[in-house]
């Protein structure tokens, strides 16, 4: 049980999704960061309102619309997910396509050669 439960562990997708998570986070912190470093002192010097959370409100029926909430998760899914593509996904690419095997090299007979090869070889002793 134990053997199951260290091979389901160490297992790359699981790993994967781990680290995934991990760096995920900590993306999204450092995002955030440049959304409240950067984005918004600039949406307070153009729109006079601190953030975009504060852009774009309006009231219908006692009812608060808010499209600046909106917004802020578009810009900072979009600045997450560039900062992943660019710092994560593309060395990682790199990296794989230096260390591995070209898929054009040649690995030997495939399965359908090797079937033929024995039926032949049968077929020569019968």
């Known amino acids: 049980m134990v053997k199951g439960f260290r091979e389901f562990v160490l297992r790359g997708n699981v790993v994967d999704l781990a680290v995934g998570i991990v760096i995920g986070t900590a993306f999204g912190?450092?995002?955030?960061?440049?959304?409240?470093?950067?984005?918004?002192?600039?949406?307070?010097?153009?729109?006079?309102?601190p953030s975009l959370d504060k852009v774009l409100t309006f009231k219908i029926n006692h009812a608060q619309f808010s499209i600046g909430v909106i917004l802020t998760a578009v810009i900072n899914f979009v600045l997450v997910a560039a900062a992943i593509y660019f710092v994560v996904i593309i060395p990682v690419n790199r990296l794989r396509a230096r260390?591995?095997?070209?898929?054009?090299?040649?690995?030997?007979?495939?399965?359908v050669e090797l079937l033929t090869e024995i039926r032949d070889s049968l077929q020569a002793r019968g």
């Open 29 to 49: 912190l450092v995002i955030q960061a440049v959304v409240n470093g950067l984005i918004n002192p600039l949406v307070a010097a153009i729109f006079g309102k």
């Open 99 to 111: 260390y591995e095997k070209p898929a054009d090299a040649d690995t030997g007979p495939t399965e």
